[in-house]
């Protein structure tokens, strides 16, 4: 994992923005957050958890067959961040492309390239789950800058006869949602040659009663319905590593899923939403702290901006 250095806590935006520590806490659990310097896109972080990844898989990156980066915030819009992490880690040898679906982006990239690998497509990949979103924020928008951090984190998956790996996933999308979480400008609509329409800024938008509504039920049913994809119960899981957007999503879907406290994992109090880049630094934190073992049974959801949803059930 590779998260930014620059640590921004609530007493510091009490000082930015009309807003206090204890209005933040308690409407969504974060304390701090970590803020990207001027020259570190979201290929610089993704290239250092590609590394760790590596070398902790005790693998050559001219082994690698392929690197996978879900990110929204890449460095260019071309080319890929992926060819960006591929050049910069020496995977001389992959093939490289980029998956965009938000939040839910590491949900999706760590089934495309289970997909792949169970096709023969692949021998293995890179998965890289990484976001650098305060570069899009309206520090201004205390409704909005308070959310966000910049970090992600990378696995290496292979194929194996173990029973290991990605049992099952869920993937689901819904375009009609798409104007509760978007950015308009940048892209070939507005590209930033020219100057902005009338209601279009260069920040993130997000409408937060409807995201909040939308991200309780996404992550209760696309966990039930992993779970009987599977043919398992909530029983099963050991531990679950959900999006870290919001303490009070977190809480309210892990209620409904009926799962106590000490099964689900927390970091977003000193993250943020690192958007595609939290479910990968959640994994890697939890089995550092001893709460992820081999042969455990991980279950992740992730939901965002799309709007898109999703879950995967992982033996550790």
Known sequence: MSVAERVLNNADLEKMVDT??????????????????????????????????????????????AVIVTSVTGDQIFPSTSCLIQSAIGAS????????????????????????????????????????????????????????????GAVYMEASDDERGVLASVLKADGGGARHIHMKAGGTLNPASRPLQEGVTPYLFMAGQEVYRFAVKAMEDSCKSVLAKAGMS?????????????????????????????????????????????IPVGLCEAEAEGRLKVGDLVMTVGFGAGLVWGANLIRW
Request: aromatic share 8%; glycine share 10%.
């Open 93 to 152: 040898n992959s093939a490289a492309f980029d998956v965009g679906a938000a939040c839910a982006g590491f949900i999706y990239g760590l089934e495309v390239a289970t997909s792949m690998i169970k096709c023969g497509t692949f021998d293995n990949a890179l998965v890289v789950g990484v976001d650098v979103l305060t570069k899009f924020v309206d520090w201004t928008d205390r409704s909005t800058c308070i959310l966000f951090g910049d970090g992600g």
């Open 20 to 65: 206090s520590d204890e209005w933040i806490v308690s409407r969504t659990g974060i304390s701090e957050r970590r803020i990207s310097e001027s020259d570190q896109g979201a290929s610089y972080f993704g290239q250092r958890a590609a590394c760790q990844a590596l070398e902790r898989a005790g693998v050559r990156a001219a082994d690698v067959d």
């Open 234 to 278: 909530i029983d099963n899981v050991d531990l679950f590593v959900p999006h870290q957007a919001n303490l009070r999503i977190i809480t309210a879907a892990s209620d409904r899923l009926g799962l106590s406290r000490d099964k689900v994992f927390v970091n977003v109090h000193k993250y943020g939403n690192m958007s595609a880049g939290s």
